[in-house]
T-cell receptor, first 111, second 116 residues
Framework: QKEVEQDPGPLSVPEGAIVSLNCTYS??????FMWYRQYSRKGPELLMY????GNKEDGRFTAQVDKSSKYISLFIRDSQPSDSATYLC???????????FGTGTRLQVFP | GAVVSQHPSWVICKSGTSVKIECRSL??????MFWYRQFPKQSLMLMAT?????????EQGVEKDKFLINHASLTLSTLTVTSAHPEDSSFYIC????????????FGSGTRLTVV
């Protein structure tokens, strides 16, 4: 079993839809949770960072962490074609700098 | 802030030659940098952790002698692919940890290596 599981997609939605992206994990020591967006042939770009459980909102993006269920989510409201990219979840424990990535979910938002 | 510059963005080399990729933190000091490899439509695979002033820590299965990492200063880490072969063709990405700025990592823009 992988430490972090993420559905690779692809996920195709119409413009304006609410997108829900999810990851599950098995290591209860993870404390830091991040979502990255990666456009084709580019490096990942940090979207959201959350420490421990709870919600965090930034514009059209909301990140949720449920440590009891070992489940994290990223919601994108009013999705735009420019949101089309691969979204990677990543997480880390408090005693390490090493990030563990999910496989990434490819999202396509069509006009 | 927290910008990492990586270059070259793409490189083509002949089999048997060596290629050096640079990763620089432009506006912060990075005591730790990471090197990843990414195959098409796959996630990032951590190759090694680079610590300033000490030897890099390689992940299991990564050849130390083939992928030489040097982190000689707080703002520069380099990855040298030695005696490159076509199977080394991939997308290489570096990142740097900037703890103290809300904990996180910033990534370089990646280097696409093609070995012919």
């Amino acid at each position: 079993q992988k430490e972090v599981e993420q559905d690779p997609g692809p996920l195709s939605v119409p413009e304006g839809a609410i997108v829900s992206l999810n990851c599950t994990y098995s290591n209860s020591a993870f404390q830091y949770f991040m979502w990255y967006r990666q456009y084709s042939r580019k490096g990942p770009e940090l979207l959201m960072y959350t420490y421990s459980s709870g919600n965090k909102e930034d514009g059209r993006f909301t990140a949720q962490v449920d440590k009891s269920s070992k489940y994290i989510s990223l919601f994108i409201r009013d999705s735009q074609p420019s949101d089309s990219a691969t979204y990677l979840c990543a997480m880390s424990g408090s005693n390490t700098d090493k990030l563990i990535f999910g496989t990434g979910t490819r999202l396509q938002v069509f006009p | 802030g927290a910008v990492v510059s990586q270059h070259p963005s793409w490189v083509i080399c002949k089999s048997g030659t060596s290629v050096k990729i640079e990763c620089r933190s432009l506006d912060f000091q990075a005591t730790t940098m990471f090197w990843y490899r990414q195959f098409p439509k796959q996630s990032l695979m951590l190759m090694a952790t680079s610590n300033e002033g000490s030897k890099a820590t390689y992940e299991q299965g990564v050849e130390k002698d083939k992928f030489l990492i040097n982190h000689a200063s707080l703002t520069l880490s380099t990855l040298t692919v030695t005696s490159a072969h076509p199977e080394d063709s991939s997308f290489y990405i570096c990142s740097a940890s900037y703890r103290g700025r809300g904990y996180g990592y910033t990534f370089g823009s990646g280097t696409r290596l093609t070995v012919v």
